[in-house]
C-alpha cells in the first residue's frame, strides 16, 4: 500500500508505502499487548481485591469472635446476677416467714404488718431527673440490699428468740383460775376450820362448783404427782419449773397422769369432793421452792 500526503505548505508531498502483513501483525502484537496489560491490571486489581475481601473476612471472623467472647462474658454476668436474685429471694421468703410469726407471736395486727404484700409506697414522677442506673451502681446497690437484709434477718431472729422466751416464760408461770365456772369459796390465809371451827391458815383457795365440771391447769408444766394424799384427797401437783409448782386438790378424778406434759388451760381433773372437804369444789395452791405463797396473785394474771 501506498500513501501519499499533499501539504499547503510550500508544496510538499509525502510519501509512505505501507507492507500490509508488516501492518497486521504491528496491529495483532499491539492488541496482544494491549490485552496483556489489561489481563495484568485485572489479576492486579482482582488480587487487591481478593486481598481486602480476605482482609474483611478476618476483620470480621475477629470481630465475630469478640462478640461471642463478649457475650459469654455477658451471660457469665446474667447468671451470676439471676444466682444472686434468686438467693436474695430465698432470703425474703424466710424474712417474710419470720416477720409472720413476730407478729403471730406479738398479738399485732396482721393487716397492719401483713408481710405477704406489697409496702405501700409512692411519689411524684421526675421526668427530667429520671435516667437509667449504671452497672456499677446496680451492682453496689445488689450488694448494700443483700447486707441490710442479713442484717434484719439476724436482729429479726435475735427478736423472735426474745419474744419466745418471754411467752415460754409466760406459759410456765401460773397464772388465771384453775377452773373455767365456779366462784371462790375460801380465801388464802388465816380463817375458822369448816370442821373444828379452830382458826388455823389455809395454804390456797378454794373454787367450788358443779360435781364434775372441768379443772385446768394454770401453766404448762409436767405432772409430778397424781394420786391421794392426806387431807387433800384426789391431788395433782404440776411442776411449772423456775421453782413453781402448782397443787389442786379434793378432785372426783384424774384426766392425766405422773409424768404426763400438760398445756395452760389443759383439762386435767374432774371437780369432785374427796378428802377433808365439805363440797364439790377445787383446792388450789401455789409453791414457790417448796413453800406456799398466796395465789391471789396469780389468778389475776
Known sequence: MNIILFTNRRGQVWNYDINLLHASLTIVLGLLVLLAAAVYTGIRLGSDEL?????????????????????????????????????????????NALGGRLVSQSDLDKDEFDFDAAPA??????????????????????????????????????????????????????????????????????????????QDFHKGLDFAGKQGSDVIAVGDGVVSWAGIKSGYGKLIEINHGNGYTTRYGHNQGFMVKVGDTVKKGQQ??????????????????????????????????
Open 121 to 198: 409506697v409512692g411519689g411524684p414522677e421526675d421526668i427530667i431527673n429520671r435516667k437509667s442506673v449504671p452497672l456499677d451502681d446496680f451492682l453496689s446497690m445488689l450488694e448494700q440490699l443483700e447486707i441490710e437484709m442479713a442484717d434484719r434477718e439476724q436482729k429479726l431472729s435475735v427478736l423472735e428468740s426474745l419474744l419466745m422466751s418471754r411467752s415460754l416464760s409466760e406459759r410456765v408461770t401460773p397464772s388465771g383460775r384453775p377452773v373455767e365456772d365456779g366462784w371462790l369459796s375460801s380465801h388464802y390465809g388465816k380463817r375458822n376450820d369448816p370442821f373444828t371451827g379452830k
Open 51 to 95: 486481598q481486602s475481601v480476605a482482609n474483611w473476612q478476618d476483620s470480621i471472623s475477629e470481630q465475630q469472635s469478640e462478640i461471642a467472647v463478649a457475650r459469654q462474658s455477658a451471660q457469665a454476668d446474667i447468671d451470676a446476677l439471676t444466682l444472686r436474685i434468686g438467693q436474695m429471694q430465698a432470703q425474703m421468703l424466710r424474712l
Open 268 to 301: 386435767i381433773a374432774l371437780m369432785g369432793s374427796t378428802g377433808r372437804s365439805t363440797g364439790p369444789h377445787v383446792h388450789f395452791e401455789v409453791l414457790h421452792n417448796g413453800k406456799a405463797v398466796n395465789p391471789s396473785s396469780f389468778i389475776g394474771k
